[in-house]
Nanobody
Framework: QVQLAESGGGLVQAGGSLRLSCAASGRTSSIYAMGWFRQAPGKEREFVAAITIIGGSTYYADSVKGRFTISRDNAKNTVYLQMSSLKSEDTAVYYC?????????????????WGQGTQVTVSS
């Protein structure tokens, strides 16, 4: 089993920046990639970004390309999401997820483990 714990959410003004962290514990050697998803009120959970643990290949949703950066620190078993130029439409609960095998990283159904989520609110 893998446990994921997000941190770093909060309230920020439009145009500002915020960094989310996701610390993994447990059988972390079984993780192939980690991703960030978000869910706004009344909307479906959507893919934000993902990164492979070996190699560090990154993937982004079109809506965040150029504004968000995903990175990892394998020594700390932690993945980060640096968010810049935030917009009101980025307001959502952000979830960290981990996947054990090479599946399509943009689909929530493929992930094996999930964190509890952290709220990000962007005020305009």
């Amino acid at each position: 089993q893998v446990q994921l714990a997000e941190s770093g959410g909060g309230l920020v003004q439009a145009g500002g920046s915020l960094r989310l962290s996701c610390a993994a514990s447990g059988r972390t050697s079984s993780i192939y990639a980690m991703g960030w998803f978000r869910q706004a009120p009344g909307k479906e959970r959507e893919f934000v970004a993902a990164i492979t643990i070996i190699g560090g290949s990154t993937y982004y949703a079109d809506s965040v390309k150029g504004r968000f950066t995903i990175s990892r620190d394998n020594a700390k078993n932690t993945v980060y999401l640096q968010m810049s130029s935030l917009k009101s439409e980025d307001t959502a609960v952000y979830y960290c997820a981990a996947i054990r095998v090479p599946r399509q990283l943009g689909y929530a159904d493929g992930y094996d483990y999930w964190g509890q989520g952290t709220q990000v609110t962007v005020s305009s």
